[in-house]
């Protein structure tokens, strides 16, 4: 079974600034099948990123997927309040879907 | 537009069972698999299963896999998660979301979700 292990727990930025969400499997995976959730409190959870580094649909540019083998980074660019949400990295293989415990992100 | 509208908040005892709906609109719905995930207060997302909406077969996660039963109506556009033998650690709000991912290959990432339908377990 792989787990996803996301760090940190919780990231404050000043509006504005950059910052990187990391999520690291516990073995080598498929990077097709990792994506990235962005979740606000009392909203259904929203795709930002799929395969790795593929942008969803009117996700803006700041927000931007990389990784390989077993480190992933989500990176938001030019923080802004409404990027105030949980972030959780997910993993597909084997009919078995996989979510990190995701990490927090605040306005400084 | 695409979306999946769940069902609403229900109550429900210890041992009882409960029964979510998740009617998609906007896309040709034996086209994408549902998946089921649920959210325990103050906790992270937690996928439970998904179901072949062409064919209805379904496959489970392994901690729910003996209370969970997922079922399509394709007739209606719904899926259905039902969760017997409710315990007050099943209080969640539970999300239905669409599976979409490349052409020919299982799997893949959930977009849209439903709204999220909350579920409370209470004596």
């Known amino acids: 079974e792989i787990v996803l292990t996301q760090s940190p727990g919780t990231l404050s930025l000043s509006p504005g600034k950059s910052g990187t969400l990391s999520c690291r499997a516990s073995q080598t995976v498929d990077s097709n099948f990792l994506a990235w959730y962005q979740h606000k409190p009392g909203q259904a959870p929203r795709l930002l990123i799929y395969?790795?580094?593929s942008r969803a649909t009117d996700i803006p540019d700041r927000f931007r997927g990389s990784g390989s083998g077993t480190d992933f980074i989500l990176t938001i660019a030019r923080l802004e309040p409404e990027d105030v949400a949980v972030y959780y990295c997910q993993y597909y293989v084997d009919s078995v879907w996989t979510f990190g415990q995701g990490t927090k992100v605040e306005i400084k | 537009q695409v979306q999946l509208v769940q069902s609403g908040a229900e109550v429900k005892k210890p041992g009882a069972s409960v029964k979510v709906s998740c009617k998609a609109s906007g896309y040709t719905f034996i086209d994408y698999e549902i998946s089921w995930v649920r959210q325990a207060p103050g906790q992270g997302l937690e996928w439970m299963g998904w179901i072949n909406t062409e064919n209805g077969d379904a496959k489970y996660g392994q901690s729910l896999h003996d209370r969970l039963t997922l079922t399509t109506d394709t007739s209606t556009r719904t899926a259905h998660m039902e969760l017997r033998g409710l315990r007050f650690d099943d209080t969640a709000i539970y999300f239905c979301?669409?599976?979409?991912?490349?052409?020919?290959?299982?799997?893949?990432?959930?977009?849209?979700w439903g709204q999220g339908t909350l579920v409370t377990v209470s004596p």
């Open positions: 979301a669409r599976v979409r991912g490349y052409a020919g290959y299982d799997g893949g990432w959930f977009d849209p």
């Open positions: 395969g790795t580094s």
